[in-house]
């Protein structure tokens, strides 16, 4: 039995997708997510054990709407989606449902059919890449476009594009998780194989008309790289673990506790729109300048705890000399507070 | 983030209580608000599912979307929002003042009212300005007919909207950013944006904050939850009775957004704040004329000249706000004092007689020295002024550094009457405290933009004659 096994317990993997490498990027000094993802650990359900429910539902809503769009621009082999790309004739390869003993067998088609490079749609293609020593499968629900010599990413997403202006959070997620796509076909292809700018599908305005924009991805693959590469080679974190640390959820929950104790989460509020586990790590975190998010923290001088501020603040304690700039800052903050008051 | 108000933060985390960061209100509170809290269907660009609205917190009224699969059902909603929100927006249009313009020369009119919505968050406001895009340009006639009310209502929405991007604008408020302008909870600004949230730290504190973040939400989005196990089984029978879910749904956050309101309007109001009001006034006023003589729904973006003009307009008014909430409170001005764009500072010397005859005519300057011990971060030539005396400028002729503190020579002009001999009370004597600031109230000329029609090559060039401009 393998050490990430033992980690996980009795409990079946959960894989990576594009959105946890992407969120792992977001955060690359949080040990606790790099560990628990690379294991495989279900944070949902590892957070709800421990008392620390996080809200990651999706809304069956925007499920159906979704899942409504992207079956309308399939459909007839795919005629509106390639109306939208533009005038497009080619193949439409559909590589079939995720399921998990394909994975290898769909892993070396989806390379022999891109090798091939054949002008097309290729649907539901298996990508694998390198997070931090481990191999990950990325089963992205995304069509690689063949044209001429280059492979372009499609994405299809369900929110509008208004005028031509789209909610910014919801496109950057698209960018970041179409770079990780990206990324992980130029490690497979080489990188002039496959284009920087990946087109977005959406629906236009109040209507389901679907739009393609075209992203240049450049920024977000080479934050992509560059995160990865900085990301701790989690494999030999992982084996430096004490034996008895284990997230197997049918242990009691002081055990789980102790076991997540040992992975220093690196909590900032971010995390709790991103990571299952936010809850339970601002629990942890209480008391800190981090919890108050990273631009409260730096105003104050980067002090960790809000006890310590305050007791510069007061004047109650006396300064490291790291600190003298920090506290005069803080101090005179207080004088002029209290004079205001 | 400021320094004062991060560290009002740490108190508050302390505390277990939201601190204030505002000695006075720096918003206008209507007598009549409009409260309006928008609930949106999740997935869909802008789809409304509900509205619990009132200018009385004792008679709320729910609309709700019947069958929320059904687009003739949202029409039929938008029309009734117009009949309950319009009516309210257009009651202002009455009674009018008048303004001199041009130095007195001339007069023009504006209404001595104007309406206030408030609605929970900059999510709310931001739903309001989407509904107004995709009602404004509504047709009356052809194939989808639909009651000239709701372009209209398209036309106010948007109008709403933009005017909530003009920085200290108070005609259309969100709950939060009123709150936080005004109070600093032990939280993240990012949970903070959840209203029930910040409300309770101001009012109950710490532990009621953490519960009211899994209590009902204050939309437009609906939790995910909510939506998969009782909306979707309601959605699913032919005629869904969903107002009693969502009236229970809504009440808790009506509640809050009246008790925000008058929580608000209990903090003595900011000098400035009746200054741009008076603003608000005009924008309405401007735009109750623009719906009578011309009645275009604004344009889906604005022409390169127009946009130059608004982001002038908009870059005026931030930087007017961030003066006027400076000068009329001292909790504000703290930040300007520690980041050494103020300082507070005592006159030692004064000579309120001097005369500068060294031009064509003599004129009065009078010269002060002032001592302070706080950081001084100003060049000789620099000008200051005073909250106390915003007329007058105060030109820096030295910085002395000593032991003691900081000596600084000024110059004093304006704000001292027209003779050679100042009025009584108008050069700071000695002994007297001063705050001097950077910060200047001094009206802003708006830059010379070009007509539409000479748009520059480099910004497009001149638009297009747009013949197929809807007309609502």
Redesign the interface.
């Known amino acids: 039995m393998s050490q990430v096994d033992r980690l996980r317990g009795s409990a079946p993997g959960k894989r990576h997708n594009a959105r946890t490498v992407a969120a792992l990027t977001g955060n690359p000094g949080c040990t606790r997510r790099a560990v628990l993802d690379a294991a495989g650990i279900d944070k949902v359900r590892l957070a709800e054990r421990i008392g620390f429910p996080g809200a990651f539902g999706q809304s069956r809503f925007a499920l159906a709407r979704g899942n409504a769009f992207e079956a309308m621009l399939k459909a007839d082999d795919c005629a509106l989606l390639r109306s939208t790309l533009g005038a497009y004739v080619g193949g439409y390869e559909d590589l079939g449902a995720d399921e998990d003993d394909t994975l290898s067998a769909r892993h070396a088609r989806t390379r022999s059919m891109l090798n091939d490079g054949a002008e097309g749609l290729l649907d539901h293609p298996l990508l694998t890449l390198e997070v931090a020593g481990q191999t990950v499968f990325l089963e992205p629900d995304l069509i690689a476009y063949q044209n001429g010599s280059q492979l372009q990413v499609v994405e299809i997403k369900s929110f509008a594009i208004l005028d031509g202006q789209a909610d910014g959070t919801a496109v950057s997620a698209a960018a970041v998780q179409a770079a990780v796509y990206v990324l992980a076909l130029r490690r497979m292809l080489g990188d002039d194989r496959v284009s920087h700018e990946v087109v977005l599908v959406c629906p236009e305005n109040f209507s389901l008309q679907p739009v393609a924009v075209v992203l240049d991805v450049r920024k977000q693959l080479s934050t992509l790289r560059r995160q990865l590469s900085r990301l701790a080679s989690v494999s030999s974190l992982i084996s430096s673990l004490p034996d008895d640390v284990s997230f197997d959820l049918a242990q009691p929950v002081p055990a789980l506790l102790s076991s997540l104790d040992t992975l220093t989460a690196r909590y900032a509020p971010e995390c709790l729109s991103t990571c299952e586990m936010s809850v339970y790590c601002r629990h942890e975190a209480g008391g800190r300048t981090a919890a108050l998010g990273r631009p409260v923290r730096d105003a104050l001088g980067g002090l960790e705890t809000v006890d310590e501020v305050l007791a510069l603040a007061s004047g109650a304690r006396e300064p490291d000399p790291a600190q003298a700039e920090a506290a005069a800052l803080l101090r005179a903050a207080q004088r002029l507070r209290d004079e205001a008051l | ?11 508050a ?2 505390a277990g209580r939201a601190q ?1 960061i505002a ?1 006075v209100r720096h918003l206008h509170v209507h007598d009549r608000p409009l409260v309006l809290i928008p609930l949106a ?6 789809a409304p599912l509900a509205a619990l609205l009132g200018d009385d917190v004792s008679r709320p009224r729910l609309l709700v979307v019947g069958q929320p699969r059904n687009r003739d059902e949202r029409f039929a909603f938008t029309a009734d929002l117009a009949d309950a929100v319009v009516p309210y927006l257009e009651s202002f249009a009455g009674a009018t003042e008048a303004v001199p313009v041009d130095r007195g020369r001339d007069v023009r009119h504006r209404f001595v009212d104007a309406p206030q919505v408030w609605v929970p968050n900059p999510g709310g406001a931001d739903f309001l300005r ?1 509904l107004g ?2 009602t404004r340009f509504r047709r009356v006639d052809g194939d989808h007919p639909v009651p000239p009310s709701v372009p209209r209502l398209g036309q106010w929405l948007t109008f709403l909207a933009s005017s909530a991007e003009v920085p200290g604008s108070s005609l259309l408020v969100n709950a939060v950013q009123a709150l936080g302008s005004h109070w600093a909870t ?6 903070d944006a959840h209203f029930g949230s910040l409300f309770a730290w101001i009012t109950d504190g710490a532990r009621a904050a953490q519960e009211a973040e899994n209590g009902p939400v204050a939309g437009p989005a ?4 909510f ?2 196990e009782v ?2 089984p309601l959605i699913a029978s032919p005629s869904p009775a969903m107002a009693g879910v969502l009236r229970d749904l809504l009440t808790p956050t009506w509640e809050r957004m009246w008790k925000s309101i008058a929580l608000l309007r209990e903090l003595p109001v900011g000098a400035r704040v009746g200054l741009r009001w008076d603003s608000d006034r005009d924008a309405y006023s401007a735009f109750v004329e623009h719906l009578t003589e011309d009645g275009t729904p604004q344009p ?2 604005d022409g390169a000249v127009a946009a130059a003009a608004r982001l002038q307009r908009l870059e005026n008014a931030a930087a007017r706000y961030a003066v006027q909430r400076a000068f009329d ?3 504000v ?2 930040d300007h ?2 980041t050494g764009a103020a300082f507070g500072a005592e006159v030692t010397l004064a000579k309120a007689d001097r005369i500068d005859d060294s031009g064509k005519r003599p004129v009065l300057r009078p010269r002060i020295m002032v001592t302070t011990t706080e ?1 001084v971060r100003v060049e000789p030539g620099a000008s200051l002024t005073s909250p106390a005396r915003p007329s007058q400028k105060a030109k820096v002729i030295s910085v002395t550094p000593g032991p003691a503190g900081t000596d600084v020579l000024l110059e004093l002009s304006g704000g001292m009457g027209r003779k050679l001999v100042a009025e009584p009370g108008s050069v700071p004597a000695v002994g007297e405290r001063l705050l001097l600031t950077t910060l200047s109230e001094a009206y802003r000329p708006g830059a010379a933009f070009p007509d539409p029609a000479e748009t520059p090559w480099t910004h497009g060039g001149p638009p297009p004659h747009r013949e197929d401009l809807p007309v609502a």
């Open positions: 983030m400021s320094t004062l108000v991060a560290l009002a933060r740490a108190h985390l302390a204030p000695t269907m999740a997935g869909e660009a802008n989407l895009r995709s032990g939280q993240s600004a990012a949970e609906t939790d995910p939850a939506d998969n909306l979707a889906r973006r409170d001292p909790l001005m703290a004092r520690l950081t």
